[in-house]
């Protein structure tokens, strides 16, 4: 399972982070983890492969 993460900067910059994991908690625990602090989480992406694109 990959979850990717659309994220905005305090700036309002928008950035993307990913992770994976076997279950859909774990991948998104692990990606919000990955979020550094200040910046707000816009929207989160599963995919079953793990290559997040269609």
Known sequence: MMVTLTIE?????????????????????TAEALVPEGFKILVIRTSDSLDPQP
């Open 9 to 29: 900067a305090p700036d309002g910059t928008p950035d993307h982070v990913s992770a994976e994991g076997r279950t859909h908690d774990e991948a998104k625990a």
